[in-house]
T-cell receptor, first 113, second 116 residues
Framework: DTGVSQNPRHKITKRGQNVTFRCDPI?????LYWYRQTLGQGPEFLTY????????KSRLLSDRFSAERPKGSFSTLEIQRTEQGDSAMYLC???????????FGPGTRLTVT | AQSVTQLGSHVSVSEGALVLLRCNYS??????LFWYVQYPNQGLQLLLK??????LVKGINGFEAEFKKSETSFHLTKPSAHMSDAAEYFC??????????????FGQGTTLQVKP
């Protein structure tokens, strides 16, 4: 068990560009969550998957955001036409369906210039 | 809807002193509650959890928390602070209602400063 991993750890992009982040959960975990954390705030829920099915999306997740989890393994979060307001730490977490605690990855820090 | 309020965005203690970080929750169903710690530029690490078993929960690094339903509180304590405890602490409640998504609703966080 190597824990939850996220790549890249840091991403700097220019406004209007597309970016994609990857999350590899703990292998036996069925649920995968994405959160966004801005400076000085607690993480806010974006979306989650149970296996390959995306079951809920937050109203924070605009049409420019899309997430996938093909084959119920790793997940990707894509942001199209990035805006400066997208600058944040994007956190991924995973858990067992029957478990309650979530294990977090180190996060991807996005800076939009 | 569930929510969490952390009282005090910054707490400063001396090394060796008692640590008390306050968390109050709101939930229409019996809550599952968590404390996480975050060091700079890192993800969140689970300190402890309450899932309707014992009301006094012991976690890692000497931390513990007590669930008090009458006060809707889940305060985090540690008898003696270490310099390494300096970090950001988040209280969270899990969505265990009818949708049972398990998503976490976090408080705003409390920055713990430990003075030598």
């Amino acid at each position: 068990d190597t824990g939850v991993s996220q790549n890249p750890r840091h991403k700097i992009t220019k406004r209007g560009q597309n970016v994609t982040f990857r999350c590899d959960p703990i292998s036996e975990h069925n649920r995968l969550y994405w959160y966004r954390q801005t400076l000085g705030q607690g993480p806010e829920f974006l979306t989650y998957f149970q296996n390959e099915a995306q079951l809920e999306k937050s109203r924070l997740l605009s049409d420019r955001f899309s997430a996938e989890r093909p084959k119920g393994s790793f997940s990707t979060l894509e942001i199209q036409r990035t805006e400066q307001g997208d600058s944040a730490m994007y956190l991924c977490a995973s858990s067992l369906v029957s478990g309650y605690e979530q294990y977090f990855g180190p996060g991807t820090r996005l800076t939009v210039t | 809807a569930q929510s969490v309020t952390q009282l005090g965005s910054h707490v400063s203690v001396s090394e060796g002193a008692l640590v008390l970080l306050r968390c109050n929750y709101s939930s229409s169903v019996p809550p599952y509650l968590f404390w996480y710690v975050q060091y700079p530029n890192q993800g969140l690490q689970l300190l402890l959890k309450y899932t309707s078993a014992a009301t006094l929960v012991k976690g890692i690094n000497g931390f513990e928390a007590e669930f008090k339903k009458s006060e809707t509180s889940f305060h985090l304590t540690k008898p003696s602070a270490h310099m390494s405890d300096a970090a950001e602490y988040f209280c969270a409640v899990s969505d265990q209602g009818s949708s049972n998504t398990g998503k976490l609703i976090f408080g705003q966080g409390t920055t713990l400063q430990v003075k030598p």
